[in-house]
């Protein structure tokens, strides 16, 4: 029994008997009814002994990661290398981009071990 309580109104009803009385109620609440029953009914199982928030593809994804920004790096110094415009300021982005591209690394690692903290 559901008790409701609605400014000064209060009513209490079960929804065990409830009772659609209208045709245009009854299918604007058909498929809520439908879906909600059909979520009861597979998770009837149980809760899972598997591990929440572990993926098996975070550790594949922050591998491509890191090797993207490897070869992004390797491009980068050998650009800066041959260019004899802004050869300091490029030295320096790429230098930028290693820097950060280690702490994505880390990061990614920690995701990947624990992605729930």
């Known amino acids: ?3 409701v309580h609605a400014g000064n109104i209060n009513f209490k009803w ?3 008997s409830l009772e659609i009385r209208t045709l245009a ?5 058909e498929p809520l009814v439908t879906q ?10 149980g809760p899972s002994n598997k591990k929440r928030g572990r993926s098996k593809k975070a550790h594949v994804l922050a591998a491509s ?11 980068g110094d050998k650009i800066a290398k041959e260019s004899q415009f ?3 300021e490029l ?3 790429v230098e930028d981009v290693r820097k950060q591209g280690d702490l994505m ?12 903290s």
């Open 86 to 88: 802004l050869k300091e």
């Open 105 to 116: 690394k880390a990061a990614a690692g920690e995701f990947a071990d624990d992605p729930c």
């Open 65 to 75: 990661v890191e090797q993207a920004t490897e070869n992004f790096l390797e491009k």
């Open 91 to 93: 030295v320096a982005a």
């Open 25 to 29: 109620v009854e299918r604007l609440l």
């Open 1 to 3: 029994m559901t008790a």
């Open 14 to 16: 079960d929804p065990k």
């Open 36 to 45: 909600v029953t059909t979520l009861v009914n597979t998770n009837s199982k």
